[in-house]
């Protein structure tokens, strides 16, 4: 055992001695998670998304997406609320029957810590929007050519989603999520054992649909502005899908194929983890030795784990590695807290 191994079991070991200070630290941890990616979200959103002094809103999809259709529909009647004072209402209020439907079928600490984020996204963007604040000052920002960032849609929209996409992101590895639609992504997530970046892009792209279109019907935007928004919120969905699958690896699967002459080998990997593993009989065809062939699927965040142990085994084991679009079947998840 290395000497970070060694270090990381004592760790271990005394945090489960010490009840209390584990719980205090995993409260942190859920903490740190929830107000970093509300931050994120919340500065996305005001500095690019629904940015001061533009009139091209991007439509973001998701509860933020709901919340903007709310206020189109507001403004059919001669409510005039602006998007980001409807975030400071209609983001919360949106995110309620979720939030419920997140305690009953996911997990307490995960409904409560996503509640966390949901109300502190709000609150970040009432403090970002205030005049002279964050948003204000990105407002007047220009890029090389002169030209303010407000002013370059493909800019706002390349910025906008990659911090909407690192939120949301961010509060998944953290094991919780940014509430609203994100809820529903990581329930069919975890059912199904697949990407979660796929479901938040369809979803989103009937909301930001029905937005743009709801401008034609109202009169404010013609059908081809219309036409023109969806491509661009696509393009946003897209990134954020994007952004999603690459850095939550959560639930990408890899398969794992190990040729060796150790007979044991299997049975050191399923002791190690809680996955299952097929063993097939087969022969060198050079060498005419008995060999074994194990396949294994296991997280993309463990197979480094089931490398370093193969290797330990048998030194001169044949690994290969393969990403696994969808598994279907028992495969263990860790339970959402």
């Known amino acids: 055992m290395n000497k970070n191994s060694s270090l990381i079991k004592r760790i271990t070991d005394y945090l489960y001695d010490h009840y209390k200070l584990k719980t205090g630290l ?5 903490l740190f998670f929830a107000i970093v990616s509300a931050f994120t979200f919340a500065f996305g959103f005001t500095a690019f998304i629904s940015p001061p002094h533009t009139n091209f809103v991007i439509a973001t999809g998701g509860v933020s997406g709901l919340s903007q259709i709310v206020a189109r ?13 409807v975030h400071a209402v209609f983001y919360t209020v949106l995110n309620i ?13 995960f409904t409560i810590f996503t509640t966390v984020n949901v109300v502190a996204s709000t609150i970040f963007i009432w403090l970002l929007s205030k005049e002279g604040g964050v948003a204000e000052y990105f407002a007047h920002v220009e890029m090389g050519d002169g030209q303010p960032i407000i002013d370059s849609i493909l800019g706002r929209i390349l910025f906008g989603a990659i911090c909407t996409g690192v939120s949301s992101a961010t509060a998944f590895v953290g094991g919780i999520s940014c509430g609203g639609i994100d809820i529903v992504t990581y329930y069919l997530g975890m059912r199904t054992s697949s990407q979660l970046g796929k479901y938040s892009a369809i979803i989103n792209v009937f909301i930001f649909s029905t937005y743009s279109l709801l ?9 081809g502005f219309a036409m023109y928004s969806i491509l661009y919120s696509s393009l946003y969905c897209l990134i954020v899908a994007l952004v999603v699958d690459l850095i939550n690896l ?3 699967k890899v398969r794992i194929e190990i040729i060796t002459t150790m007979p044991n080998m299997g049975d050191i ?3 190690n983890f809680p996955h299952g593993a097929t063993i097939e009989h087969a022969q060198g065809v050079y060498s005419k030795k008995d060999k074994y062939v194990v396949l294994m699927t296991v997280s993309s965040t463990e197979y480094k784990k089931v490398l370093a142990i193969a290797r330990k085994v048998d030194p001169l084991a044949f690994i290969s590695v393969f990403s696994v679009v969808q598994v279907y079947g028992n495969f263990y998840s860790k339970p959402v807290e």
Not at 76 to 81: A, N, P, R, Y
């Open 26 to 30: 995993e409260i942190l941890k859920y």
């Open 269 to 271: 990997l399923i002791s």
């Open 215 to 223: 401008g034609v019907i109202g009169g404010n935007n013609t059908f």
């Open 73 to 85: 529909i507001l403004s059919f009647f001669g409510i005039e609320v602006g998007d980001n004072i």
């Open 250 to 252: 959560k639930n990408k």
């Open 97 to 109: 029957p979720l939030i419920i439907f997140s305690f009953l079928k996911i997990g307490k600490k």
